[in-house]
């Protein structure tokens, strides 16, 4: 498999396709003026406890405060031996730990989306290529994805072992002034865990090390600030997009990261040189006569990303609908009639739409209940090899996804975990004519509305004669298709009408004018 990271940077926006085998797979966005918040730490201030939903409002300085739920929070200043956090030990209520004016240390687990305000959990981690530090969790976990369970246990060991070696040279040379550098990191490790992260398979005992003490100075010098911090405020700001994508998204697979600044080029390779060096090699300089993401007419796919209708290649296609409480994706056979059977028709279009469907979660970013409505399949093997094709395709997405069975009516339905905006609230708004509906009324629709609107305004308003100012086909219907309508109301009314346009309205916007 050849994967490919195109990044495109302009000074408004930052834009990083992954593409595989010549197909974009995954596309990440990024704008100056909304930057994600996940990730960041703040020193926030609770604003208002809520017993009753058991979460609490926290003003960390954005424009709405955000919300941390009792499932998300940790007490860290209770005993957390056992490995669990305290809420779940005692089953303490919320309002016991959090209370109105305190200050309290956050984390962005999702941003604000829509009129929502951030989740924000207190189980603080940050980041690093190969590992992730919980300062307050003392644990160590692997990534599921590293199956080998000798490497599994190296990886465990190595990070035990370091731990043991700063614990003999902090314990018992608490006066050597050479030790105390050891002796902080220590402290902060042994009330911390790591969780290996599945970049770190088959890495050197050295690189793995490197790593410990890169988060071990990052948290300290995280505490230093919120020490000096007065709320709300940040404390600690994960990487921007670029280096996001370096940290996180490149692997053995790729073969190539291209880079159309050359600012960010320079940046890059001098994070590649402390963290990844095995990387510099792939690293280029893009000066091409077109657009980077001409290259695989990538913004052509993304707006195919945005329309409700995905084609497939055998003539079926995807209607997908994204709404507040979920996604729906319903699947057509469309113009595919096949060549045995309606059966083996409708099992080969569920198989083509479980990988297409797999690929639009990734690039619209789709997230929450997602229901998938399969077309009906008579045949029960036929319906377990399209789940297993999905749950298949779905094992590449970097993001949490739980799958329920193929129910008897052709629904699957999936929770994806999002922590930022979909690509359609990122590029798009609600549309001002319809408000989201994704509808308007008819002209027909409107004229029968303004006749009812004209017998009210008649009966309470004495006036001489009506005028209509309305879009350019109602007024073309009133004078045509309804031109007999219109003169029977003239007639009633005793007063004449008179229509006109306003170019600047919508279909369903009209005015009555009494003169």
Not at 23 to 33: A, C, F, K, N
Not at 206 to 224: A, G, H
Not at 423 to 438: K, S, V, Y
Not at 480 to 502: K, W, Y
Request: proline content about 3%; hydrophobic content about 35%; overall charge negative.
């Amino acid at each position: 498999m050849s994967v490919e990271i195109l990044i495109n940077v302009t000074p408004q926006e930052t834009r990083v396709a992954i593409v595989e085998n010549g197909v974009l797979q995954d596309i990440h966005i990024e704008r100056l003026q909304k930057r994600g918040l996940v990730g960041n730490i703040y020193k926030g201030r609770v604003s208002r406890v809520l017993p009753g939903m058991q979460a609490a409002f926290i003003d960390i300085g954005l424009d709405r405060t955000g919300f941390l739920h009792t499932s998300d929070l940790f007490d860290n200043n209770t005993d957390i031996e056992s490995g669990l956090p305290e809420t779940q030990i005692t089953g303490m209520p919320i309002e016991s730990i959090v209370h109105n004016g305190e200050d309290i240390l956050v984390q962005v687990i999702k941003d604000p989306i829509g009129t929502k305000g951030a989740r924000l959990t207190t189980r603080l981690s940050i980041p690093s290529r190969y590992l992730v530090f919980i300062p307050d969790y003392p644990c160590i976990g692997i990534s599921q994805r590293i199956e080998d369970e000798v490497e599994r246990e190296r990886l465990r060991s190595l990070i035990l072992s370091y731990q043991s070696r700063i614990e003999k040279l902090a314990v018992g040379n608490e006066d050597n002034v050479i030790l105390h550098s050891a002796i902080r990191e220590y402290e902060i490790l042994k009330k911390g865990g790591f969780i290996v992260r599945t970049a770190a398979e088959g890495v050197a005992d050295e690189d793995l090390f490197k790593d410990i003490e890169f988060l071990r100075k990052q948290w300290e010098s995280t505490l230093v600030r919120a020490k000096n911090t007065f709320p709300p405020g940040i404390v600690y700001d994960d990487l921007p997009l670029v280096m996001r994508t370096m940290r996180d998204l490149v692997h053995s697979d790729v073969e190539k990261i291209r880079i159309d600044s050359k600012e960010t080029h320079q940046k890059v390779m001098e994070f590649s040189k402390h963290f990844i060096p095995e990387f510099l090699g792939r690293i280029e300089y893009y000066t091409g006569d077109h657009p980077i993401l001409d290259l695989y007419s990538v913004d052509d796919e993304i707006q195919r990303s945005l329309n409700r209708k995905v084609q497939l290649k055998s003539g079926g296609y995807l209607i997908i609908d994204q709404t507040e409480a979920m996604t729906t994706i319903d699947i057509n056979t469309g113009a595919f009639v096949g060549h045995r059977n309606q059966e083996e028709t409708i099992y080969k279009t569920n198989l083509e739409a479980a990988q297409i469907i797999a690929r639009q979660l990734r690039l619209r970013n789709l997230g929450g209940i997602i229901i998938i409505d399969f077309i009906d399949m008579q045949d029960p093997e036929h319906g377990r090899q399209v789940l297993r094709s999905l749950e298949k395709h779905l094992e590449r997405d970097n993001s949490k996804i739980t799958v329920s069975e193929l129910t008897s009516l052709g629904l699957v339905q999936l929770t994806r975990k999002r922590t930022r905006e979909s690509l359609e609230h990122i590029l798009c708004e609600c549309c001002p004519t319809c408000n989201g509906r994704g509808s308007v009324k008819t002209p027909e629709t409107v004229c029968y509305e303004i006749y009812r609107e004209m017998l009210r305004e008649v009966r309470q308003f004495d006036a001489q004669k009506l005028l209509v100012v309305a879009s350019q086909r109602v007024v073309d219907m009133l004078l045509d298709d309804e031109s007999a309508s219109v003169a029977e109301l003239e007639s009633f009314l005793g007063r004449p009408i008179t229509f006109q346009v306003e170019p600047l309205y919508t279909q369903e916007q009209y005015d009555i004018v009494l003169l």
